[in-house]
């Protein structure tokens, strides 16, 4: 069969694994496939199963990729003790470490973000229906040779071997857990429909641990998972106006943080205390989370968009809102403007566009914007104007969008926020925009006055 003989040989592998393969779902070279590793001392496959069984009775469908998820946790876990199912992590070849993925622990239980997609987990590939699990495996076997008679028969029985590793597993899962998972999932979900009749885009719940771990496998911060260690959870400050919300599946009630429609949420603090990371927690409350993964109880609304300083060539972008004239090099009008962008303009087309888009949610984050497009400074020209100017003199302008900004220095655009969150020592805390307005022209003349007498 040369080269490409395994591939070829996977009808045959699905044939010889008998109903354990799921036929209507298999899509051979895509979720059905055999091949050689690249270094010749593995075969590598992948295999879409159904594993029979019910949900378990009082389980809304709508949550299964929750108890979906605490399945897939459980075979896992179960891998380095199952000779079945040691493929899953390739512990049998000679270097496992290559399809550690395949074990890696995941709390993301579901997103519409196309990442981790190498990660086994809940999705389109790995649901409960109503005939049982629904899973595509991958993993990996020492290379048995050519895909001759035997050697396909072994792999097929290993494929099967798989399978029943894996029903044996989820048949051991006491129902109540596989209830419990499914009913969060669910409470995330019914909770994300609710917020715009609450007036809200996003709710943080007391309790919160944002802060996350990355491993090679889960380098983005909305599949990584909980930080190990110290970590300090989130609880909303009293001044700042925590509201209790009734979670809509399993009726609890919980209180936090509500993010409202059009407002203006300042996440202030110095260096290095959580700013960037609970502004990522927001953005994942896209997600639903599984239990430990600390953020199961921050739910947003889906839209929100980053707006980051970079290189972007423009085609007709409309940056009016922020520039009377377009710098030299570009070409157009400011409601029309081609050309290579700088990091400002990058930034203010991003802005722009989700404002146009209604996007319900802007999250800034200093770190990563253009400054200048944020703050007025004493050199910069009058044909911008800044972010902090136009929620001064004209909010109205971003419409319904409401706007999280974290930031350590750009007192201007702190000042014209609605609400004020400090983080101190990772703690959240909170000042009033009329106190931080007045410390700020404190601070200014203080300034002013150690310039008067040429200290600065």
């Known amino acids: 069969m040369g080269s490409e003989g395994w591939m070829e040989a996977t009808g045959q592998v699905v044939a010889g694994a008998g109903e354990t393969v799921d036929r209507r779902r298999l899509r051979e070279r895509t979720n059905a496939y055999c091949i050689r590793s690249p270094d010749g001392a593995s075969l590598q496959f992948a295999m879409p199963l159904l594993i029979p069984g019910l949900l378990p009775a009082g389980i809304d469908p709508r949550g299964a990729d929750g108890a979906a998820g605490v399945i897939i946790d459980e075979v896992k876990q179960a891998v380095a003790a199952d000779t079945r199912l040691r493929p899953l992590g390739g512990l049998d070849t000679a270097w496992p470490a290559r399809y550690a993925a395949g074990i890696e622990p995941v709390t993301l239980v579901h997103?519409?973000?196309a990442i981790g997609s190498e990660l086994w987990k809940p999705d389109a590939e790995n649901l409960f229906g109503p005939d049982g699990l629904h899973c595509t495996?991958?993993?990996?076997?020492p290379y048995p040779g050519r895909p001759e008679k035997r050697a396909i028969r072994e792999i097929a029985e290993t494929?099967?071997?798989?399978?029943?590793?894996?029903?044996?597993?989820?048949?051991?899962?006491?129902?109540?857990?596989l209830a419990a998972a499914a009913t969060l999932s669910l409470d995330q979900k019914l909770l994300r429909t609710h917020l715009p009749s609450m007036g809200l885009v996003c709710f943080i719940g007391d309790g919160t641990l944002p802060a996350r771990s990355y491993t090679r496998f889960r380098q983005h911060y909305r599949v990584a998972g909980p930080k190990e260690g110290v970590h300090v959870p989130f609880v909303c400050p009293e001044e700042i106006g925590p509201i209790e919300v009734e979670l809509p599946a399993s009726g609890r009630s919980v209180t936090g943080l509500g993010i409202r429609r059009r407002e203006v949420l300042a996440i202030a603090g110095s260096n290095a205390q959580g700013k960037t990371t609970l502004l990522n927690a927001i953005r994942a409350g896209e997600d639903d989370h599984a239990e430990g993964d600390g953020r199961e109880l921050v739910v947003a609304v889906r839209g929100a968009r980053?707006?980051?300083?970079?290189?972007?060539h423009l085609n007709g972008a409309d940056v009016s809102l922020f520039f009377r004239s377009l710098p030299p090099g570009m070409s157009?009008?400011?409601?029309?403007?081609?050309?290579?962008?700088?990091?400002?303009?990058?930034?203010?087309?991003?802005?722009?566009?989700?404002?146009?888009?209604?996007?319900?949610?802007?999250?800034?984050?200093?770190?990563?914007?253009?400054?200048?497009?944020l703050v007025r400074s004493t050199l910069q020209e009058e044909d911008v104007t800044p972010l902090s100017e136009i929620l001064a003199e004209r909010p109205e302008a971003l419409g319904d969008t409401a706007c999280v900004v974290a930031t350590s220095s750009l007192d201007t655009l702190i000042a014209r926020a609605d609400r004020i969150l400090v983080l101190r020592g990772h703690s959240a805390g909170a000042i009033s925009a009329e106190a931080f307005r007045a410390a700020y022209l404190t601070y200014l003349k203080r300034c002013a006055q150690m310039t008067k007498n040429g200290i600065i």
Do not use: W, Y
């Open 159 to 177: 494929v099967a071997a798989l399978a029943r590793g894996i029903g044996h597993v989820m048949h051991r899962i006491p129902p109540g857990d």
């Open 332 to 373: 157009g009008t400011p409601k029309a403007a081609f050309g290579q962008g700088s990091g400002s303009m990058t930034m203010a087309v991003q802005i722009c566009t989700a404002v146009r888009e209604e996007a319900p949610l802007l999250l800034i984050d200093e770190d990563r914007g253009a400054a200048n497009l």
């Open 111 to 113: 997103s519409d973000a």
């Open 137 to 141: 495996v991958r993993g990996a076997v």
């Open 306 to 312: 980053m707006a980051e300083a970079g290189g972007q």
